[in-house]
């Protein structure tokens, strides 16, 4: 509040800095009956129950709103810096978590014998094998789409023991 009430009459007394206390009680008037947020009211009107009537001095309302306005973009700037900068440190801890647990597929090669995950499950499979196989990598076909004929993922395949 200070600053704003400084800033004002350092406006106001551009002409003569040295009679800046004359000003003092018409900002302390205008600052008094203007319209703050976080009370929902003015604080003159807060203090005596009744609205302050007065001819207000347009000059010193323009400083006060623009002080005011001046002091938002600031907090909101800095609130909007702090937001930006807890998103990236949350961010990044949820990539180094996600990588901690992750772990790069396999890579098989022409030739290998793999045995394949069972997908289907149906009726009596608790003794069945979960693997079917040996099969044998005839093709692969990294970063193509759809399968045009029946292919298995690297997720659902393991080594042949």
């Known amino acids: ?31 008094n009956s203007t319209y703050q947020r976080y009370i929902n009211t003015t604080p003159f009107e807060l203090l005596t129950g009744v609205k302050l009537k007065m001819k207000e001095d347009m000059k010193i309302l323009e400083f006060l709103e623009e002080e005011g306005r001046m002091e938002f973009i600031q907090k909101r700037d800095e609130a909007r810096r702090e937001a930006k900068a807890q998103i990236l440190r949350i961010q990044e801890e949820n990539r180094r978590t996600y990588n901690k647990k992750r772990k790069e597929g396999e890579k098989y090669l022409l030739g290998d014998i793999v045995a394949i995950q069972r997908t289907q499950f149906g009726k009596a499979l608790k003794l069945k094998p979960k693997f079917y196989g040996p099969y044998r990598v005839t093709k692969i076909d990294r970063g193509k789409e759809g399968p045009m004929r029946t292919t298995s993922a690297v997720d659902c395949m393991k080594r042949w023991p």
């Open 1 to 31: 509040m200070n600053r704003i009430i400084i800033s004002i009459l350092t406006k106001i007394c551009i002409e003569e800095p040295g009679h800046w206390y004359k000003y003092v009680s018409k900002v302390q008037r205008v600052i």
